[in-house]
Protein backbone atom coordinates (compact mmCIF):
# COMPACT_ATOMS: atom_id res chain seq x y z
CA UNK A 1 0.00 0.00 0.00
CA UNK A 2 2.75 2.53 0.89
CA UNK A 3 4.80 1.85 -2.30
CA UNK A 4 1.62 2.65 -4.39
CA UNK A 5 0.59 5.97 -2.21
CA UNK A 6 4.52 6.90 -2.85
CA UNK A 7 3.97 5.74 -6.83
CA UNK A 8 0.62 8.01 -6.60
CA UNK A 9 2.21 11.06 -5.16
CA UNK A 10 5.83 10.91 -7.14
CA UNK A 11 3.12 10.74 -10.12
CA UNK A 12 1.39 13.48 -9.50
CA UNK A 13 4.19 15.70 -8.61
CA UNK A 14 5.46 14.62 -12.22
CA UNK A 15 2.29 15.51 -13.30
CA UNK A 16 1.87 19.24 -11.63
CA UNK A 17 5.85 19.63 -12.79
CA UNK A 18 5.06 18.79 -16.58
CA UNK A 19 2.11 20.89 -16.55
CA UNK A 20 4.25 23.71 -15.07
CA UNK A 21 7.24 23.30 -17.47
CA UNK A 22 4.45 22.96 -20.53
CA UNK A 23 3.49 26.24 -19.52
CA UNK A 24 6.89 27.32 -18.79
CA UNK A 25 8.05 25.75 -21.97
CA UNK A 26 5.52 28.22 -24.25
CA UNK A 27 6.38 31.17 -22.31
CA UNK A 28 9.79 30.74 -22.79
CA UNK A 29 9.58 30.51 -26.48
CA UNK A 30 7.64 33.58 -26.58
CA UNK A 31 10.12 35.63 -24.15
CA UNK A 32 12.84 34.52 -26.92
CA UNK A 33 11.21 35.79 -29.45
CA UNK A 34 10.43 38.84 -27.19
CA UNK A 35 14.33 38.98 -26.51
CA UNK A 36 14.58 39.22 -30.69
CA UNK A 37 12.58 42.09 -31.46
CA UNK A 38 13.82 43.91 -27.94
CA UNK A 39 17.42 43.92 -29.03
CA UNK A 40 16.28 44.43 -32.46
CA UNK A 41 14.25 47.47 -31.38
CA UNK A 42 16.49 49.33 -28.87
CA UNK A 43 20.00 50.03 -28.85
CA UNK A 44 22.52 48.30 -26.99
CA UNK A 45 22.13 50.12 -24.45
CA UNK A 46 18.68 50.74 -24.25
CA UNK A 47 18.18 46.63 -24.07
CA UNK A 48 21.05 47.00 -21.00
CA UNK A 49 18.88 49.87 -19.27
CA UNK A 50 15.62 47.63 -19.89
CA UNK A 51 18.18 44.47 -18.39
CA UNK A 52 19.55 46.66 -15.37
CA UNK A 53 15.51 48.05 -14.60
CA UNK A 54 14.11 44.37 -13.98
CA UNK A 55 17.34 43.32 -12.23
CA UNK A 56 17.07 45.97 -10.29
CA UNK A 57 13.30 45.80 -9.09
CA UNK A 58 14.11 41.61 -8.48
CA UNK A 59 15.79 42.35 -5.97
CA UNK A 60 13.06 45.04 -4.16
CA UNK A 61 10.65 42.26 -4.94
CA UNK A 62 12.69 39.50 -3.21
CA UNK A 63 12.68 41.87 -0.19
CA UNK A 64 8.74 41.70 -0.05
CA UNK A 65 7.89 38.41 -0.93
CA UNK A 66 10.40 37.01 2.34
CA UNK A 67 10.36 33.48 0.66
CA UNK A 68 6.75 33.35 1.67
CA UNK A 69 5.30 31.61 -1.67
CA UNK A 70 7.52 28.76 -0.31
CA UNK A 71 6.43 28.75 3.25
CA UNK A 72 2.84 29.53 2.77
CA UNK A 73 3.44 26.07 -0.15
CA UNK A 74 4.62 24.44 3.24
CA UNK A 75 2.32 25.80 5.66
CA UNK A 76 -1.13 24.90 3.40
CA UNK A 77 0.13 21.56 2.87
CA UNK A 78 0.00 20.59 6.86
CA UNK A 79 -3.58 22.39 6.84
CA UNK A 80 -4.90 21.04 4.09
CA UNK A 81 -8.33 19.60 6.04
CA UNK A 82 -8.68 22.39 7.59
CA UNK A 83 -10.67 25.02 5.82
CA UNK A 84 -10.46 27.64 7.91
CA UNK A 85 -6.65 27.81 8.50
CA UNK A 86 -6.07 27.83 4.94
CA UNK A 87 -8.57 30.85 4.56
CA UNK A 88 -6.26 32.55 7.41
CA UNK A 89 -2.96 31.47 5.38
CA UNK A 90 -3.91 32.40 2.21
CA UNK A 91 -5.88 35.92 3.12
CA UNK A 92 -3.20 37.30 5.30
CA UNK A 93 -0.24 36.22 2.98
CA UNK A 94 -2.01 38.02 0.27
CA UNK A 95 -2.33 41.29 2.47
CA UNK A 96 1.12 40.85 3.22
CA UNK A 97 2.35 40.53 0.17
CA UNK A 98 0.16 43.70 -1.40
CA UNK A 99 1.35 45.66 1.55
CA UNK A 100 5.12 45.02 0.97
CA UNK A 101 4.45 45.53 -2.95
CA UNK A 102 2.91 49.23 -2.48
CA UNK A 103 6.22 49.51 -0.36
CA UNK A 104 8.27 48.38 -3.56
CA UNK A 105 6.80 51.28 -5.62
CA UNK A 106 8.48 54.29 -2.98
CA UNK A 107 11.40 52.88 -1.92
CA UNK A 108 12.73 51.57 -5.50
CA UNK A 109 12.28 54.98 -6.49
CA UNK A 110 13.53 57.11 -3.35
CA UNK A 111 16.70 54.64 -4.08
CA UNK A 112 17.36 54.96 -7.66
CA UNK A 113 17.37 58.65 -7.49
CA UNK A 114 20.90 58.59 -5.39
CA UNK A 115 21.72 55.53 -7.39
CA UNK A 116 24.35 56.04 -10.41
CA UNK A 117 23.06 55.10 -13.53
CA UNK A 118 19.99 55.11 -12.35
CA UNK A 119 18.42 58.47 -12.25
CA UNK A 120 17.54 59.22 -15.52
CA UNK A 121 14.46 60.44 -16.43
CA UNK A 122 13.70 57.05 -18.71
CA UNK A 123 15.22 54.95 -15.82
CA UNK A 124 12.81 56.51 -13.22
CA UNK A 125 10.16 55.54 -15.70
CA UNK A 126 10.68 52.38 -16.29
CA UNK A 127 11.29 51.51 -12.11
CA UNK A 128 7.93 52.79 -11.46
CA UNK A 129 6.37 51.04 -14.19
CA UNK A 130 7.94 47.80 -13.42
CA UNK A 131 7.41 48.44 -9.88
CA UNK A 132 3.85 48.02 -10.24
CA UNK A 133 4.61 44.90 -12.43
CA UNK A 134 5.88 43.17 -9.50
CA UNK A 135 3.56 44.00 -7.52
CA UNK A 136 1.39 42.18 -9.16
CA UNK A 137 3.38 39.85 -9.79
CA UNK A 138 3.23 39.10 -5.71
CA UNK A 139 0.14 39.14 -5.88
CA UNK A 140 -0.19 35.92 -8.68
CA UNK A 141 2.66 34.12 -6.66
CA UNK A 142 0.59 34.81 -3.17
CA UNK A 143 -2.58 32.92 -5.34
CA UNK A 144 -0.20 30.26 -7.21
CA UNK A 145 0.87 28.84 -3.56
CA UNK A 146 -2.43 27.97 -3.21
CA UNK A 147 -2.79 25.77 -6.44
CA UNK A 148 0.68 24.94 -5.60
CA UNK A 149 0.03 23.04 -2.40
CA UNK A 150 -3.12 20.75 -3.64
CA UNK A 151 -1.01 20.40 -6.87
CA UNK A 152 -3.06 21.97 -9.21
CA UNK A 153 -1.27 24.18 -10.72
CA UNK A 154 -2.12 23.10 -14.50
CA UNK A 155 -4.13 26.84 -15.33
CA UNK A 156 -0.79 28.20 -15.15
CA UNK A 157 -0.37 26.66 -18.26
CA UNK A 158 -2.94 29.16 -19.55
CA UNK A 159 -2.77 32.42 -17.12
CA UNK A 160 0.82 32.22 -18.04
CA UNK A 161 0.67 32.09 -21.83
CA UNK A 162 -2.05 34.44 -21.90
CA UNK A 163 0.07 37.21 -20.01
CA UNK A 164 2.69 36.43 -22.26
CA UNK A 165 0.91 36.53 -25.47
CA UNK A 166 -0.40 39.72 -24.23
CA UNK A 167 3.05 41.42 -23.54
CA UNK A 168 4.39 40.30 -26.68
CA UNK A 169 1.52 41.34 -29.27
CA UNK A 170 1.68 45.18 -27.26
CA UNK A 171 5.48 45.15 -27.95
CA UNK A 172 5.30 44.03 -31.50
CA UNK A 173 2.63 46.36 -32.10
CA UNK A 174 4.89 49.53 -30.93
CA UNK A 175 7.89 48.26 -32.38
CA UNK A 176 6.17 47.41 -36.00
CA UNK A 177 3.86 49.67 -36.15
CA UNK A 178 2.76 52.38 -33.81
CA UNK A 179 6.18 53.57 -32.84
CA UNK A 180 9.01 51.90 -35.55
CA UNK A 181 12.65 51.48 -34.47
CA UNK A 182 13.35 54.49 -36.90
CA UNK A 183 10.75 56.55 -35.98
CA UNK A 184 11.80 56.31 -32.32
CA UNK A 185 15.46 56.57 -32.59
CA UNK A 186 14.94 60.44 -34.42
CA UNK A 187 14.44 62.19 -31.09
CA UNK A 188 15.46 61.55 -27.34
CA UNK A 189 11.20 61.93 -26.43
CA UNK A 190 10.57 59.27 -28.72
CA UNK A 191 13.22 56.95 -27.49
CA UNK A 192 11.52 57.43 -23.75
CA UNK A 193 8.07 56.91 -25.19
CA UNK A 194 9.31 53.56 -27.10
CA UNK A 195 10.96 52.50 -23.28
CA UNK A 196 8.04 53.22 -21.19
CA UNK A 197 5.37 51.40 -23.88
CA UNK A 198 7.76 48.60 -24.00
CA UNK A 199 7.82 48.79 -19.80
CA UNK A 200 3.73 48.96 -19.99
CA UNK A 201 3.30 45.89 -22.52
CA UNK A 202 5.07 43.93 -19.59
CA UNK A 203 2.90 45.20 -16.86
CA UNK A 204 -0.28 44.83 -18.97
CA UNK A 205 0.67 40.87 -19.51
CA UNK A 206 1.58 40.57 -15.79
CA UNK A 207 -2.02 41.82 -14.61
CA UNK A 208 -4.26 39.96 -17.14
CA UNK A 209 -2.15 36.70 -15.93
CA UNK A 210 -3.05 37.54 -12.42
CA UNK A 211 -6.85 38.08 -12.77
CA UNK A 212 -6.95 34.75 -15.01
CA UNK A 213 -5.08 33.02 -11.90
CA UNK A 214 -7.58 34.58 -9.32
CA UNK A 215 -10.13 33.50 -11.25
CA UNK A 216 -9.47 30.20 -11.72
CA UNK A 217 -8.07 29.70 -7.76
CA UNK A 218 -11.31 31.12 -6.61
CA UNK A 219 -13.32 28.31 -7.87
CA UNK A 220 -11.25 25.42 -5.97
CA UNK A 221 -11.22 28.04 -2.55
CA UNK A 222 -12.61 31.21 -1.87
CA UNK A 223 -9.42 33.78 -1.55
CA UNK A 224 -9.81 37.45 0.06
CA UNK A 225 -7.70 39.67 1.76
CA UNK A 226 -7.42 38.97 5.84
CA UNK A 227 -5.37 41.13 8.16
CA UNK A 228 -5.05 38.57 11.39
CA UNK A 229 -2.11 40.08 13.56
CA UNK A 230 -1.34 36.40 15.13
CA UNK A 231 -0.62 34.97 12.08
CA UNK A 232 0.89 37.60 10.40
CA UNK A 233 3.22 38.00 13.06
CA UNK A 234 3.87 33.90 13.12
CA UNK A 235 4.17 33.79 9.29
CA UNK A 236 7.03 36.84 9.09
CA UNK A 237 8.74 34.64 12.41
CA UNK A 238 9.04 31.83 10.39
CA UNK A 239 9.51 33.04 7.05
CA UNK A 240 11.78 36.32 7.82
CA UNK A 241 15.22 33.85 8.50
CA UNK A 242 15.15 32.51 5.12
CA UNK A 243 13.44 35.49 3.72
CA UNK A 244 16.85 37.16 4.66
CA UNK A 245 18.74 33.92 2.90
CA UNK A 246 16.60 34.33 0.03
CA UNK A 247 17.55 37.97 -0.09
CA UNK A 248 21.06 37.36 0.27
CA UNK A 249 21.02 34.60 -2.32
CA UNK A 250 19.50 36.88 -4.88
CA UNK A 251 21.99 39.34 -4.30
CA UNK A 252 24.87 37.56 -5.34
CA UNK A 253 22.90 36.61 -8.53
CA UNK A 254 21.74 40.12 -9.29
CA UNK A 255 24.49 42.40 -7.32
CA UNK A 256 26.63 41.79 -10.62
CA UNK A 257 24.37 43.87 -12.36
CA UNK A 258 24.67 46.59 -10.21
CA UNK A 259 27.78 46.84 -9.39
CA UNK A 260 28.86 46.80 -13.26
CA UNK A 261 26.55 49.97 -13.58
CA UNK A 262 28.74 51.51 -11.10
CA UNK A 263 31.91 50.02 -11.57
CA UNK A 264 32.16 50.26 -15.17
CA UNK A 265 33.04 53.46 -17.33
CA UNK A 266 29.85 55.76 -17.68
CA UNK A 267 30.18 55.51 -21.31
CA UNK A 268 29.89 51.75 -21.89
CA UNK A 269 28.31 50.10 -18.25
CA UNK A 270 24.60 50.01 -20.35
CA UNK A 271 26.31 48.30 -23.19
CA UNK A 272 28.27 45.96 -20.88
CA UNK A 273 25.02 45.54 -18.60
CA UNK A 274 23.60 44.27 -22.09
CA UNK A 275 26.08 41.99 -23.33
CA UNK A 276 26.01 40.52 -20.04
CA UNK A 277 22.06 40.49 -19.63
CA UNK A 278 21.75 38.69 -22.25
CA UNK A 279 23.27 35.16 -21.60
CA UNK A 280 22.25 35.73 -17.95
CA UNK A 281 18.39 36.27 -19.39
CA UNK A 282 18.51 32.52 -20.73
CA UNK A 283 20.17 31.06 -17.81
CA UNK A 284 17.07 32.71 -15.27
CA UNK A 285 14.49 31.18 -17.56
CA UNK A 286 16.14 28.35 -17.57
CA UNK A 287 16.50 28.04 -13.73
CA UNK A 288 13.36 28.26 -13.32
CA UNK A 289 12.60 24.57 -14.31
CA UNK A 290 14.26 23.08 -11.24
CA UNK A 291 12.41 25.35 -8.80
CA UNK A 292 9.03 24.18 -10.17
CA UNK A 293 10.29 20.81 -9.95
CA UNK A 294 11.05 21.26 -6.19
CA UNK A 295 7.63 23.17 -5.53
CA UNK A 296 5.94 20.47 -7.03
CA UNK A 297 7.88 18.11 -4.63
CA UNK A 298 8.19 20.21 -1.40
CA UNK A 299 4.62 18.61 -0.42
CA UNK A 300 5.38 15.54 -0.33
CA UNK A 301 9.43 16.10 0.90
CA UNK A 302 7.90 18.22 4.08
CA UNK A 303 5.45 15.07 4.88
CA UNK A 304 7.68 12.84 4.56
CA UNK A 305 10.55 14.01 6.70
CA UNK A 306 7.59 15.11 9.32
CA UNK A 307 6.74 11.49 9.58
CA UNK A 308 10.48 10.64 9.42
CA UNK A 309 9.71 7.83 6.95
CA UNK A 310 11.97 6.27 4.27
CA UNK A 311 10.15 8.15 1.69
CA UNK A 312 12.17 11.10 2.23
CA UNK A 313 15.37 9.30 1.02
CA UNK A 314 13.93 7.90 -1.90
CA UNK A 315 12.36 11.48 -2.88
CA UNK A 316 15.69 12.89 -2.43
CA UNK A 317 17.17 10.15 -4.53
CA UNK A 318 14.92 10.68 -7.41
CA UNK A 319 15.20 14.61 -7.67
CA UNK A 320 18.98 14.52 -7.29
CA UNK A 321 18.79 12.12 -10.63
CA UNK A 322 16.30 14.12 -12.42
CA UNK A 323 17.94 17.53 -11.18
CA UNK A 324 21.65 15.87 -12.31
CA UNK A 325 19.92 14.98 -15.72
CA UNK A 326 18.50 18.06 -17.03
CA UNK A 327 21.14 20.65 -15.19
CA UNK A 328 24.32 18.87 -17.04
CA UNK A 329 22.01 18.44 -19.70
CA UNK A 330 20.89 22.33 -20.60
CA UNK A 331 24.61 23.30 -19.69
CA UNK A 332 26.15 21.16 -22.13
CA UNK A 333 23.55 21.95 -24.70
CA UNK A 334 24.05 25.74 -24.63
CA UNK A 335 27.92 25.57 -24.07
CA UNK A 336 28.28 23.63 -27.14
CA UNK A 337 25.45 25.61 -29.07
CA UNK A 338 26.60 29.34 -28.10
CA UNK A 339 27.12 30.63 -31.09
CA UNK A 340 23.91 29.39 -32.44
CA UNK A 341 21.67 30.55 -29.91
CA UNK A 342 23.18 34.14 -29.24
CA UNK A 343 22.58 34.35 -32.93
CA UNK A 344 19.34 33.26 -33.00
CA UNK A 345 18.27 36.23 -30.40
CA UNK A 346 20.23 39.37 -30.65
CA UNK A 347 21.63 41.24 -33.40
CA UNK A 348 25.36 41.93 -34.58
CA UNK A 349 25.93 44.51 -31.39
CA UNK A 350 26.54 41.69 -29.02
CA UNK A 351 28.97 40.12 -31.49
CA UNK A 352 31.31 42.46 -31.87
CA UNK A 353 31.96 44.89 -28.54
CA UNK A 354 33.88 47.57 -29.41
CA UNK A 355 35.12 48.29 -25.56
CA UNK A 356 36.08 44.71 -24.80
CA UNK A 357 37.22 41.61 -26.36
CA UNK A 358 34.38 39.87 -24.39
CA UNK A 359 31.04 39.08 -26.16
CA UNK A 360 27.71 37.48 -25.18
CA UNK A 361 28.71 34.48 -26.16
CA UNK A 362 31.52 34.14 -24.36
CA UNK A 363 30.13 35.07 -21.29
CA UNK A 364 26.97 32.85 -22.04
CA UNK A 365 29.47 29.68 -22.12
CA UNK A 366 30.68 30.07 -18.57
CA UNK A 367 27.43 30.50 -16.68
CA UNK A 368 25.39 27.69 -18.20
CA UNK A 369 26.95 25.92 -15.91
CA UNK A 370 24.78 28.05 -13.51
CA UNK A 371 22.32 25.51 -14.11
CA UNK A 372 24.31 22.06 -12.95
CA UNK A 373 24.91 23.50 -9.54
CA UNK A 374 22.30 25.47 -9.19
CA UNK A 375 19.66 22.85 -9.62
CA UNK A 376 21.63 20.49 -6.85
CA UNK A 377 22.21 23.44 -4.69
CA UNK A 378 18.38 23.96 -4.81
CA UNK A 379 17.37 20.51 -3.86
CA UNK A 380 19.52 20.65 -1.12
CA UNK A 381 18.08 24.01 -0.18
CA UNK A 382 14.81 22.80 -0.32
CA UNK A 383 15.43 19.76 1.96
CA UNK A 384 16.33 22.27 4.87
CA UNK A 385 12.94 24.24 4.14
CA UNK A 386 11.19 20.81 4.42
CA UNK A 387 12.76 19.79 7.65
CA UNK A 388 12.16 23.73 8.85
CA UNK A 389 15.74 24.60 8.96
CA UNK A 390 15.41 28.09 6.65
CA UNK A 391 17.34 29.56 9.17
CA UNK A 392 20.52 28.07 8.23
CA UNK A 393 20.25 29.84 4.63
CA UNK A 394 20.02 32.54 6.89
CA UNK A 395 24.02 32.37 7.74
CA UNK A 396 24.90 30.55 4.67
CA UNK A 397 23.96 32.85 2.05
CA UNK A 398 25.08 36.21 4.00
CA UNK A 399 28.70 34.48 3.48
CA UNK A 400 28.29 33.44 -0.31
CA UNK A 401 26.51 36.72 -1.05
CA UNK A 402 29.90 38.58 0.78
CA UNK A 403 31.81 36.43 -1.31
CA UNK A 404 30.33 37.68 -4.92
CA UNK A 405 30.44 41.14 -3.90
CA UNK A 406 34.16 40.58 -2.76
CA UNK A 407 34.69 38.97 -6.12
CA UNK A 408 32.99 41.40 -8.45
CA UNK A 409 34.36 43.92 -6.94
CA UNK A 410 38.15 43.17 -7.45
CA UNK A 411 37.31 41.70 -11.04
CA UNK A 412 35.10 43.70 -13.15
CA UNK A 413 37.42 46.68 -13.05
CA UNK A 414 39.86 44.46 -14.77
CA UNK A 415 38.22 41.84 -16.91
CA UNK A 416 34.54 43.35 -16.81
CA UNK A 417 31.03 41.02 -17.21
CA UNK A 418 32.99 38.18 -17.83
CA UNK A 419 34.69 38.34 -14.57
CA UNK A 420 31.25 38.69 -13.19
CA UNK A 421 30.00 35.19 -14.76
CA UNK A 422 33.43 33.48 -13.37
CA UNK A 423 32.58 34.91 -10.04
CA UNK A 424 28.96 33.86 -10.03
CA UNK A 425 29.80 30.59 -11.55
CA UNK A 426 32.47 29.90 -8.28
CA UNK A 427 29.73 31.29 -5.59
CA UNK A 428 27.13 28.68 -7.02
CA UNK A 429 30.08 26.15 -6.56
CA UNK A 430 30.64 27.43 -2.95
CA UNK A 431 26.71 26.98 -2.21
CA UNK A 432 26.19 23.58 -3.61
CA UNK A 433 29.51 22.47 -1.80
CA UNK A 434 27.66 23.85 1.72
CA UNK A 435 23.88 23.10 1.37
CA UNK A 436 24.93 19.15 0.66
CA UNK A 437 27.21 19.31 3.45
CA UNK A 438 24.47 20.53 5.86
CA UNK A 439 21.55 18.52 3.84
CA UNK A 440 23.11 14.91 4.51
CA UNK A 441 22.03 15.50 8.10
CA UNK A 442 18.61 15.30 7.76
CA UNK A 443 18.49 12.73 4.93
CA UNK A 444 20.28 10.27 3.59
CA UNK A 445 21.38 11.57 0.05
CA UNK A 446 23.66 9.16 -1.89
CA UNK A 447 25.05 10.68 -4.93
CA UNK A 448 25.05 8.06 -7.42
CA UNK A 449 28.60 7.87 -9.28
CA UNK A 450 27.76 5.19 -11.70
CA UNK A 451 24.39 7.29 -12.87
CA UNK A 452 26.33 10.28 -12.88
CA UNK A 453 29.05 9.00 -14.64
CA UNK A 454 26.74 8.38 -17.24
CA UNK A 455 25.06 11.71 -17.51
CA UNK A 456 28.22 12.71 -17.66
CA UNK A 457 29.61 10.53 -20.87
CA UNK A 458 26.42 11.10 -22.26
CA UNK A 459 27.09 14.70 -21.97
CA UNK A 460 30.27 14.53 -23.99
CA UNK A 461 29.22 11.92 -26.41
CA UNK A 462 26.22 14.79 -27.17
CA UNK A 463 28.83 17.16 -27.12
CA UNK A 464 31.53 15.76 -29.49
CA UNK A 465 28.05 15.02 -31.92
CA UNK A 466 27.11 18.52 -31.39
CA UNK A 467 30.35 20.12 -32.48
CA UNK A 468 31.40 17.92 -35.07
CA UNK A 469 28.06 16.54 -37.43
CA UNK A 470 25.97 20.00 -37.14
CA UNK A 471 28.76 22.12 -39.23
CA UNK A 472 28.91 19.01 -41.42
CA UNK A 473 25.05 18.65 -42.40
CA UNK A 474 23.51 22.09 -41.54
CA UNK A 475 24.82 25.75 -42.01
CA UNK A 476 22.32 28.10 -40.56
CA UNK A 477 22.26 28.80 -36.99
CA UNK A 478 18.78 27.80 -36.77
CA UNK A 479 19.06 24.27 -38.42
CA UNK A 480 22.45 23.63 -36.37
CA UNK A 481 20.33 24.19 -32.97
CA UNK A 482 17.57 22.10 -33.86
CA UNK A 483 19.86 19.27 -35.01
CA UNK A 484 21.57 19.85 -31.47
CA UNK A 485 18.09 19.77 -29.85
CA UNK A 486 17.68 16.18 -31.39
CA UNK A 487 21.09 15.20 -30.41
CA UNK A 488 20.55 15.67 -26.98
CA UNK A 489 17.05 14.13 -26.98
CA UNK A 490 18.13 10.92 -28.26
CA UNK A 491 21.02 11.02 -25.37
CA UNK A 492 19.13 11.83 -22.63
CA UNK A 493 15.66 10.77 -22.67
CA UNK A 494 16.40 7.02 -21.92
CA UNK A 495 17.62 7.89 -18.84
CA UNK A 496 14.65 10.35 -18.16
CA UNK A 497 12.14 7.73 -18.69
CA UNK A 498 14.22 5.00 -16.69
CA UNK A 499 13.94 7.72 -13.36
CA UNK A 500 10.19 7.71 -13.94
CA UNK A 501 9.83 4.19 -14.59
CA UNK A 502 11.74 3.22 -11.25
CA UNK A 503 10.24 3.22 -8.23
CA UNK A 504 13.15 1.00 -6.95
CA UNK A 505 15.38 2.61 -4.11
Known amino acids: MKILIHTMSTKKVYTNTIAQIGGKVITAIISIGLIKILTNYLDISGYGLYSKIYNYLSIFAVIADLWLYTITVREISHHKNDKKMVDTIIGNVLTLRTIFGGGIILLSLIIALVLPGYSSLSALIGIFIVSWFTLFGLINSSIMSLLQAYLQTEFSLISTTIGKITTFGLI ?219 RKMMYINSGIAGVNILGNILFIPIYSFIGSAYVTVITQILLLVITYSIARKYIQIRIITVFSSLIVSCSLIAYILGTYTSDYFWQSPLSRAIIGIIIFILCYVPWFYGIILSHKK
Open 172 to 390: AWTAYWFLPHDTMMQSESGKILGFALVMLAGLMGNMIMTLLTYIYASKIHSIRFRFDKDYIRHILWISLPYGIALFLNVIFFKIDIILLSILEPKNIADTSIALYSLPMKIVEVGMMYGTLFLNSMLPLLTEAIKQNSNEKNILAEKAYRILLLFGFGLATYLFTYADEVIHLIANKEYFTNPFWIYTSKDALQVVVWIFFFYFLSSLFTYILIAANEQ
